[in-house]
Each structure stands twice: as C-alpha cells, then as structure tokens.
C-alpha cells in the first residue's frame, strides 16, 4: 500500500506500512512479526466446519419466516449453495492453518512472557509490552 501525498505540482508516492515496536525482551519470528504487521483488526478465516451447523440452521429459521409457498423453493437454493461450501472445505487451506498455528505459538509465548499486544496510539501502530501491574489481576476476571 501507499499513500499519496499530493504538494502543489508534485506527487509524491510514501510507502505505508503498520508499524510494530517491541519493548520487551522477546524475540518473534519473521513469521509472528509478518503477521502483527497485518494489524489488529487482521481476521484469520475460520474452518468451515466451525460454522456449518450454525449456519444450516439460521438458513432454516429465515427460510421459515417465509410464505409456505415459497418455502421449498428457497430451501432447495439454500441446500444447493450449503453443498458448494461443505465442498469447498474438503480443500485444507494451508495459509489458514499456518497463520493459525503462528498466532496460537504467539498466545504461548506472550503468556509465558507475560506480555500483551496493544494499539500504541490512534494510528495503526502496534506495540508489544509487560503487562502492567494493575491489569494483572483483571485477567482471571476476564477469562470467566
């Protein structure tokens, strides 16, 4: 990505990129590091067969709020677009499945280190520190 900045008469392309600060002793991979560079709000997609359910049976409830007469049409629609997803995650996604281990690796040392990832500012900078003393006690709270 980059951003333009346009000065009278001049375009001047500066390249953007989030940035990551660590001040911790911890030391990431270029893995983990390529990854927190994506950001916070980056979403990992999850495997389909954590939603299938879910999904099958929110089509039913609105699939009923239906006119009875349209009811089988919709149903057939949905069960014909339901088959290509459950075909579609025969297909193993090897990016998926390494980011995923990645992140968990990350959790693990983090914990380990006791450290958090946070946005440092209301730009898109990313930091990794202690956890403050005061938050500490918060965690277990949280968990529950």
Request: hydrophobic share 45%; aromatic share 8%.
């Amino acid at each position: 990505m980059c951003f333009a900045f346009l000065y009278p008469g001049v375009l001047l392309l500066v390249p953007f990129q989030l940035s990551v600060k660590n001040l911790t002793n911890i030391r990431f991979s270029q893995e983990e590091m390529h990854l927190l560079k994506y950001g916070l709000n980056y979403s990992i997609e999850k495997p389909v067969s954590t939603y299938l359910a879910n999904l099958i049976a929110e089509t039913e409830r609105a699939i009923k709020l239906l006119d009875t007469k349209m009811q089988n049409t919709y149903r057939f629609m949905a069960a014909k677009k339901l088959k290509q997803i459950i075909d579609s995650a025969g297909r193993s996604n090897v990016l998926q499945k390494r980011q995923l281990y990645v992140v968990k690796a990350l959790n693990k040392k983090l914990a380990a280190e006791n450290a958090i990832i946070a946005q440092a500012d209301k730009g898109k900078t990313i930091v990794a520190q202690r956890c403050l003393p005061c938050v500490e006690p918060l965690f277990p709270v949280l968990a529950a």
